[in-house]
């Protein structure tokens, strides 16, 4: 089982408050890890270090060099007057017609891909983000999700 991911002794302040203090974590592939804990705890925090999207303030974070990693944020990146299937090209620069099948995959029929993102239920918005993160492919999924 080949490790994904691997932080060691990585911690993050903001000001005078420590969020995460000398994590130590390994990711193997075929693993399912949730993090738990209460508002403002650090989880987001500690999703954003692994996906390079901020930086600890001291530790190591190492990515196995095939690593494909998905990241599902908690905030939508969907532009206002965007479509399904225009939102998906972007986020994926796939053809229209994989698009379309991983979306298919989801409950997203044909007749979806045209509406306005902004129109969906949230439901169905959700599915939207997770099938254009796995048109990438990823071989782990991070997922913020409250």
Request: net charge neutral.
């Amino acid at each position: 089982m080949a490790i994904l991911l691997q932080l060691n002794k990585v911690s993050k302040r903001f000001a005078t408050h420590t969020l995460i203090d000398n994590a130590t974590l390994s990711i193997s592939s075929n693993q399912k890890i949730g993090f738990i804990g209460r508002n403002g705890a650090g989880k987001s925090t500690l999703l954003r270090i692994i996906t390079d999207e901020e930086q600890a303030d001291s530790g190591e974070i190492i990515h196995h060099p095939e690593l494909r990693l998905g990241y599902l944020e908690q905030h939508d990146r969907f532009l206002p007057t965007e479509t399904v299937l225009t939102f998906l090209l972007r986020i994926s620069k796939r053809q229209d017609w994989e698009c379309a099948k991983m979306a298919a995959r989801f409950g997203l029929k044909k007749e979806i891909l045209g509406e306005k993102i902004s129109a969906l239920s949230g439901g169905s918005q959700m599915r939207i983000k997770l099938t254009a993160l796995l048109l990438d492919e990823p071989n782990l999924l991070v997922m913020d999700e409250p």
